[in-house]
């Protein structure tokens, strides 16, 4: 889309925020339900889980086949973000839009996940593959419920507590990965695992390749040469394949992992359609990791 499209659509949906912040410029009321924004399904289920039922929560994006990078909002979006409280966005230049959404309103408390976690623009996005993300997102979201609502604060903060709970099996399956783990780096199509990687304790054999094909570039024919011979002389503990994007350059690799017997793991940067919820999305990626080892004879 060229800029002077993306132009008039801001500006759009920046009058429908004045015109409607304009007439609502009230102080919260802690009796008055809670209502919650998050740029992103899986925030989403953070949100609920801690809020419970003392208000409701409404997820953007919630169809695994929409891009968040090029994602453009509609006018009905920004008039469902003027009546929220709390916005909740994953920032690092992945969901700038709605960032945008909620620019020209004071009364919204804007948690950006990316400055939760201590992240900088330039920093890899993708930070829901760091399972502590939403931990502290979770007593994050606690913690501001519970200024909205000063007579729920203990609930909220339990809400956090048992979320996080839910959260120690696919940490407890980390542990154990990460102990076993393969004395082999890793090969990666793009930057979408790596903060699990990170956490499994693997390093990547190529940051180069996957930098230029998360940019949309063609890698280095350099970087390309280093990665076929990587695998062709098992070198690699495995490659991670983000099975959303289309690239004749990581398909072509893909084929020549398996014709060299190097196990792949397929991850997606969207949670599919076929996965309840953030929790058994993790943890399928983590079992394809996990069944490498053990058919690597580590147990």
Known sequence: MNKFKKMSIFLIISSVLLILTGCSGKTNNPKKSINVTTSLNFYGEVAKDVLGNHGSVTSIINSPNVDPHDFEP???????????NIMVSNGLGYDSWAENLTSNNKNIKNI????LMDKASGDNPHIWYNIDTMKK???ELADQF????????????????NYVSKLQPVENKINSIKKHKINK???????VFDYSLDKLGYSIANKNFEEAIE???DPAPADIRQLQNDIKNHKLAFFVVNKQVNSKIVTNLANLAKENNLPIVYVTETKPENMDNYIKWMDSQYDQV???QKN???K
């Open 185 to 191: 780096p890793v090969a990666v199509s793009e930057p």
């Open 215 to 217: 940019k949309g570039n």
């Open 137 to 139: 997102l979770a007593y």
């Open 74 to 84: 509609k006018s009905s979006d920004a008039r469902n973000v003027s009546k929220t």
């Open 146 to 161: 519970g200024k909205l609502q000063p007579q729920n604060k203990k609930a909220f903060e339990q809400n956090a507590k």
């Open 112 to 115: 950006n996940v990316g400055q």
């Open 296 to 298: 690597n004879g580590l």
């Open 290 to 292: 996990l069944k490498i």
